[in-house]
């Protein structure tokens, strides 16, 4: 089964620097792969998604991720944080080779943003 | 209605009781999923159904049960709550029993409190 692994529990940053969330995840075959955004007491809101093609995917908000097949990693980043990101960032991954189709997501990073 | 519409909010059970999650999308997405949230530990499915009069088990199915009578509508019941089933639960919708590509869409929630 398929899984994925976001190594940091919780990031802080100062408004204006570079973010890296990390991202490591096992699957079968080819995977999709997603980020997605909670904000405090609201829904999820996807970021960007990988499927194919270009490794290097561009989202919403100036994120982007990169997927990176030798190192099972599909790292998010942003150059300059704004106070509005925080929030908890989820990887999530399909495992489109084996036959299930649902998202299994990471256990989430929190982000917290120093003004 | 646009997207995916759950029912209640919030709520607060006696244990014990049985309890019913309402689930509705207008996209007329194939595939619908329930998730609960819980602290550290992200998002676990709890069950799915990739068209409409099927449904499977995920992660996480005990204590709870699912129909997908229509396309539209998917509820989750919890027979005889308990107070481990405390948690937000959230449905999602995707267009495809193949759903890489397209993502999926979220709820915003229903936070259950079991007491």
């Known amino acids: 089964a398929q899984s994925v692994t976001q190594p940091d529990i919780h990031i802080t940053v100062s408004e204006g620097a570079s973010l890296e969330l990390r991202c490591n995840y096992s699957?079968?075959?080819?995977?999709?792969l997603f980020w997605y955004v909670q904000s405090p007491g609201q829904g999820l809101q996807l970021l960007l998604k990988y499927f194919s093609g270009d490794t290097l995917v561009q989202g919403i908000k100036g994120f982007e991720a990169e997927f990176k097949r030798s190192q099972s990693s599909f790292n998010l980043r942003k150059p300059s944080v704004h106070w509005s990101d925080a929030a908890e960032y989820f990887c999530?991954?399909?495992?489109?080779?084996?036959?299930?189709?649902?998202?299994?997501f990471g256990k989430g990073t929190k982000l917290s943003v120093i003004p | 209605i646009a997207g995916i519409t759950q029912a209640p909010t919030s709520q607060i059970l006696a244990a014990g009781r049985r309890m019913t999650l309402r689930c509705t999308q207008d996209?007329?997405?194939?595939?619908m999923y329930w998730y609960r949230q819980d602290l550290g530990l992200g998002l676990r499915l709890i069950h799915y159904?990739?068209?409409?009069?099927?449904?499977g088990k995920g992660e996480v199915p005990d204590g709870y049960s699912v129909s997908r009578a229509n396309t539209d509508d998917f509820p989750l019941t919890l027979a005889s709550a308990v107070p481990s089933q405390t948690s937000v639960y959230f449905c999602?919708?995707?267009?495809?029993?193949?759903?890489?590509?397209?993502?999926?869409?979220f709820g915003s929630g229903t936070r259950l409190t079991v007491v």
């Open positions: 999602a919708s995707s267009d495809s029993e193949t759903p890489g590509p397209y993502g999926y869409t």
């Open positions: 159904s990739n068209t409409a009069g099927t449904t």
């Open positions: 699957y079968g075959a080819t995977p999709y």
């Open positions: 999530a991954v399909v495992d489109s080779g084996a036959g299930s189709y649902q998202l299994t």
């Open positions: 996209m007329r997405h194939n595939a």
